[in-house]
């Protein structure tokens, strides 16, 4: 990689992806908004007919709409690894996919932040969740893990979006200084009159440090918090401690396939292939066997713990999860998760970029099938046989679920059309330094 | 800007070109007015013997002020109905920490973009005198001043470093 590429090639290549897009790209574009709207539409329903319409009742009251919040919210997680743990250990492979990573964080922040407006149902009292005075001093109750949600997740939409921004800054410069005409004084602005003076790198690469130092604690706790909803409770299956953990690394685990997932289509629409090598995607393909590896251990560890405890409700539950109604969809997620990912130790597997596609999109899968185990399975299933109950989602559910994946991928397609989709300046940065790199 | 001094714009083409001259500007009367560069170099920032930014100290204020700003927001809504439940104080510091930590992170961010602005002076809006486009894809700048008799001397100084020159009219503003 470091052979072939210049400063110039690097620049021409992630401009060459802001030309004029082909029609095939707003047939996309069109067939993911149409998904947006049939989505908007089915919460539209839902707000005109009640929440009743979805499927959650009695005992599993949070159906679909937690399960992909947690979900998104685990997608986002591993852009804020990429860019900004992976930034402070100086890893270079993390360079190329950074900016895309960074993008499909705010991105799925953003569809995450959707579900719990989805699931108030009277969507028009979200105020109530927000520490502002009203007429009746009704002030939220900073003891409930789920008003430390709504703390952490707009703490870390705002950070992450931050930093997404403070990052394009030098990219932002470059387009400008490459366009013409609106375009330009657009792009002029955006990049906040960048010269690269070095009098501006230098409060720049600190302020970016400390982005990464800040943020690395803050994808932790928003993901512990996350997993604290239902932790703090005393369902068995969730009242444990390694919640904390075990959502971090699963949401890592399913962001990093997430990664995979979008670059691997990138690379080839866009020719990205002396970019995103065949070594970045190997070394993701190494971290989400080591992800794989973490979260196979806190599912042996949960039932360890279940069986160890002697606590019969415990035990039974965990006996239910494998055994039980939702067998199928606990088996899908221990081979998605666990066992599928080991396959990536063979490197032929983890090289061939097909199979490396195939595997990320059944981890995705199996992720969202853990948030599914975990969710529906502790209260469909918890202390009295006589509360025991099941729980499928109804078509608006699933309506507002297809929708919101199209409102995910509708953004990313958006953006990696009209901004940069690479970090051309963190790209030359991994080039030697000192050479020449003019073209 | 003294009426008989004159700027040249060297352009270099490798980063060790611009931070060999930057050293070797240092050993000349001559001053160094800006460098250009599309990436932050360790060599130019060596040369340029930069003290360390500030912007650290605005992340840490920040982060001070968003720790109390979010526990005492936590403690003065838990105030506003002092409920006790399952005899459990009112002000309760476990959970309130996990408030003032969230607090902590957003605010020492909002510090550090508050530094990084007003630091490196953005947005500047203004054309920059003596910019070129290829500073922000493969080129590198340095600026420095000189007297108008010695505008021959520097110019050679530069382009025996390996650089392309030009002169540059500033404007006082």
Redesign the interface.
Known sequence: MEQTL???SI?DTVLDTLLPPRRSYWVVVSLLFAGVLMGGACWMVQILVGIGVGGQNNPVHWGTYLINFVFWVGIAHSGTLISAILHLFRAGWRNPIARAAETMTVFAVCTAGLYPFIHLGRVWMVYYML?VPNQR?L?????SPL??DV??IS?YL??SS??WY?GML?DL??I???ATGVRRKIF??LS????????????????YL??AA?AT??VI?VHS?VSWDFALSVVPGWHTTIFAPYFVAGAIHSGLAMVVTLMIPLRVIFRYENIITDRVLESVAKTIIFTGLIVGFAYGTEIFIAWYSHNPIEMESFRWRAFGDYSLEYWIMVSCNVLIPLLLFFKKIRTNIRVLFIISLLVNVGMWYERFVIIIGSVAHDFLPHAWGLYSPSWVEFGIMIGSFCLFFFLFVLFVKHMPSVSM?EM??TLH??????? | MPADTVSIMGIF?????A?VAIDGLHETPWTIE????????????QA?E?P??R??WF?LAGGIIGFFA?FL??A???T??SLIVSGKPVV?LV??F??G???T??F??FG??L???S????????A?AG?D?R?????FGVLARCTSDEKERLTRFFEEKGAETKVVVQTDS
């Open positions: 210049t400063y110039q620049d520490p001093t002030w939220p109750n900073f003891q008003m430390f703390v952490a703490t705002t950070v931050l930093f403070t030098p410069a470059i400008r200084d490459h002029s602005v906040l009159g960048w010269t690269g003076e070095f009098e501006i790198w230098r409060h720049y690469t600190r302020g400390f982005f800040l604690p803050l706790s918090v300046t030359k940065e330094e000192g050479d020449s790199h003019a073209g | 083409a490798s980063e060790n070109g931070a800006r460098v250009h560069s599309p990436i932050p170099s360790h060599a130019i920032e340029l930069l360390k930014s912007v650290g992340t979010g927001l936590a003065f809504t838990a506003r109905w309760a959970p309130f996990i408030v930590f969230e607090f992170i957003l020492a961010v550090n973009i530094g990084l602005i630091q490196a002076r953005l947005p500047r809006f203004k920059v910019y486009e500073f922000s894809g493969d080129r």
